[in-house]
């Protein structure tokens, strides 16, 4: 390795050194969470794309998909899978909650309802063990056009 690489290498700015679990800390990373954190609903990745692009203007969409595996793989985002659709993503570790997905706009919402005593829906002979429950329909903003 030339004394120039040497340098630039040892010159690396702190945000792309591994951070405790082993992942980079880069410009793109930071501007994923941040998009994720304020949008505060499940997004998808070209969702992500456009809300991080705030803070880092030249992401592509092949970093967004590297990185929201990358954050899934270390705990911090969660799948969430819909019915017919590509999966989105949230901050994991949220309470347990229900999505509603509009038809029109495609975007998901977060539901904190959840329907009393699922159990009578079970056939007879059936042991319900977690459910997971996706509305579809129209937003408000899809609703009132």
């Given at each position: 390795?030339?004394?120039?690489?040497?340098?630039s290498?040892?010159a690396?700015?702190?945000?792309?050194?591994p951070?405790?679990?082993?992942?980079?800390?880069?410009?793109?990373?930071?501007?994923?969470?941040?998009?994720?954190?304020?949008?505060?609903?499940?997004?998808?990745?070209?969702?992500?794309?456009a809300?991080?692009?705030?803070?880092?203007?030249?992401?592509?969409?092949?970093?967004?998909?590297?990185?929201?595996?990358?954050?899934?793989?270390?705990?911090?985002?969660?799948?969430?899978p819909?019915?017919?659709?590509?999966?989105?993503?949230?901050?994991?570790?949220?309470?347990?909650?229900?999505?509603?997905?509009?038809?029109?706009?495609?975007?998901?919402?977060?539901v904190?309802?959840?329907?009393?005593?699922?159990?009578t829906?079970?056939?007879?002979?059936?042991?319900?063990?977690?459910?997971?429950?996706t509305?579809?329909g129209?937003?408000?903003?899809?609703?009132?056009?």
């Amino acid at each position: 390795m030339s004394a120039r690489r040497r340098r630039s290498v040892r010159a690396a700015p702190r945000r792309n050194r591994p951070s405790p679990n082993g992942q980079r800390n880069t410009v793109q990373r930071d501007a994923l969470r941040a998009a994720f954190e304020r949008a505060d609903r499940p997004l998808s990745p070209g969702e992500a794309l456009a809300a991080a692009r705030r803070d880092a203007p030249g992401l592509g969409i092949a970093t967004v998909y590297r990185n929201i595996r990358a954050l899934v793989d270390e705990g911090w985002l969660a799948a969430v899978p819909l019915p017919g659709a590509p999966n989105r993503y949230e901050v994991a570790g949220k309470h347990h909650h229900h999505h509603f997905r509009c038809r029109v706009c495609d975007r998901v919402y977060e539901v904190d309802a959840c329907p009393p005593d699922l159990r009578t829906l079970v056939p007879r002979g059936f042991r319900l063990e977690d459910h997971d429950i996706t509305l579809v329909g129209r937003c408000a903003d899809c609703a009132r056009g």
